[in-house]
């Protein structure tokens, strides 16, 4: 009997390890790429890192503009370089925040920073919340509700403090530093610590700094840097300077524009002299302070990124500004227990130095340790 050889071919031995390498390393092939599919879905669909930072919400305002995104000039005194813009108005919408208590603090200390004459001016109902001496806002000055680039801002501000503060040669806390805009800014008294306004101003600027790295400034907060001229302010053509740019806003008087028809309405144009303006132990009655902001903030509109004045301007009309009647804070001699870290721009006795009062309110500063700035 004749046997016919089987046609269909056989694996040896050495074939079929090699077949089960391969279905091996083919399995592991396609396990990878599925690991690489499911990751890439899960960052695009859930996106782990901080939205709101880095959402590309569209620039409305001056502070969607701002930041080290749009390459903005440093902050005065040196800033923690981040490609991160903590001044992206996507930040800062309240429709966002839960209306839980910690929610409900947040508006409420957004509303006493935007509208601070309404509950704490000196015509409020409550006798014992008329503890602002004006019927100025604290945005007035951290404009925009302390949310804009440059013009001393509160983002970030909750995780730097405690810090050294010249003016008390000591360490501060926030709730001084907020006080010290009650009672100088303001002319009022200060907030008690305990109290719910206090907390609720703590708490909104906390929200506004969430994310801002803990103990360092982010590019945006404080003033923009600034060359100081080395002469004498012009007070002549400060006054020039304001009759063309500032009168638009704050009248030729210098007294501002309310929002309404009552002073306890609150001003939408601070006044920049006079009964219900900043005192004299404010610090933007700081020459190079006011300078500054100035600079980077007006007229309105301006940024630091498109500013309008030029420094020589914005240093003359600063000096024009302060040389005017405003109120008086008493027992300003007890500022600077440390006279050596009075700032050079102080515009009140005692000095350190041999520099007449009138030089340190006016300048020039070049001789008087250039760079001696801060300290508030």
């Known amino acids: 009997m004749e046997i016919t050889p089987d046609p269909s071919p056989r694996l040896q031995p050495e074939d079929k390890q090699a077949f089960i390498k391969i279905a091996g390393l083919l399995t592991w092939v396609i396990a990878l790429m599925v690991l690489v599919v499911a990751v890439t879905a899960y960052i695009v669909v859930f996106n782990p890192k901080t939205p709101d930072l880095l959402a590309d919400a569209p620039a409305t305002t001056a502070a969607a503009a701002s930041g080290p995104a749009a390459g903005l000039p440093d902050v005065a005194g040196g800033a923690v370089g981040s490609k991160t813009n903590f001044f992206q108005p996507a930040r800062f919408v309240l429709d966002s925040v839960k209306p839980d208590p910690e929610g409900q603090l947040i508006r409420y200390g957004h509303e006493l920073i935007a509208h601070t004459a309404h509950y704490l001016g000196p015509q409020v109902a409550n006798p014992a919340l008329r503890l602002a001496g004006s019927n100025l806002a604290c945005q007035n000055c951290h404009l925009q509700a302390g949310q804009k680039a440059f013009s001393a801002p509160y983002v970030g501000i909750w995780g730097i403090y405690p810090t050294y503060k010249?003016?008390?040669?000591?360490?501060?806390?926030?709730?001084?530093?907020?006080?010290?805009?009650?009672?100088?800014?303001?002319?009022?008294?200060?907030?008690?610590?305990?109290?719910?306004?206090?907390?609720?101003?703590?708490?909104?600027?906390?929200?506004?700094?969430?994310?801002?790295?803990?103990?360092?400034?982010?590019?945006?907060?404080?003033?923009?840097?600034?060359?100081?001229?080395?002469?004498?302010?012009?007070?002549?053509?400060?006054?020039?300077?304001?009759?063309?740019?500032?009168?638009?806003?704050?009248?030729?008087?210098?007294?501002?524009?309310?929002?309404?028809?009552?002073?306890?309405?609150?001003?939408?144009?601070?006044?920049?002299?006079?009964?219900?303006?900043?005192?004299?132990?404010?610090?933007?009655?700081r020459l190079q302070t006011a300078a500054r902001f100035i600079k980077a903030n007006m007229p309105f509109g301006a940024t630091a990124e498109h500013s309008i004045l030029t420094d020589d301007a914005a240093y003359d009309v600063a000096a024009y500004i302060n040389s005017l009647p405003r109120p008086r804070m008493a027992h300003l001699e007890k500022d600077y227990p440390n006279l050596k870290k009075k700032p050079a721009d102080c515009p009140y006795p005692p000095y350190a130095d041999r520099f007449?009062?009138?030089?340190?309110?006016?300048?020039p500063y070049a001789a008087m340790e250039a760079g001696k700035k801060g300290g508030e």
């Open 356 to 363: 007449t009062q009138h030089q340190h309110q006016f300048g």
């Open 166 to 285: 010249g003016r008390e040669d000591a360490i501060s806390t926030l709730e001084d530093r907020i006080n010290g805009c009650m009672t100088r800014s303001l002319n009022g008294r200060p907030l008690p610590v305990d109290g719910k306004e206090m907390k609720a101003i703590i708490t909104y600027m906390k929200w506004l700094g969430r994310q801002v790295p803990v103990g360092e400034k982010v590019k945006g907060q404080g003033f923009v840097k600034f060359t100081m001229p080395n002469r004498e302010a012009n007070l002549g053509q400060g006054k020039i300077v304001f009759a063309q740019q500032c009168t638009s806003c704050h009248g030729a008087n210098g007294q501002g524009r309310l929002n309404g028809t009552l002073a306890a309405d609150g001003y939408q144009y601070p006044p920049l002299w006079g009964p219900d303006s900043y005192n004299d132990g404010a610090g933007m009655h």
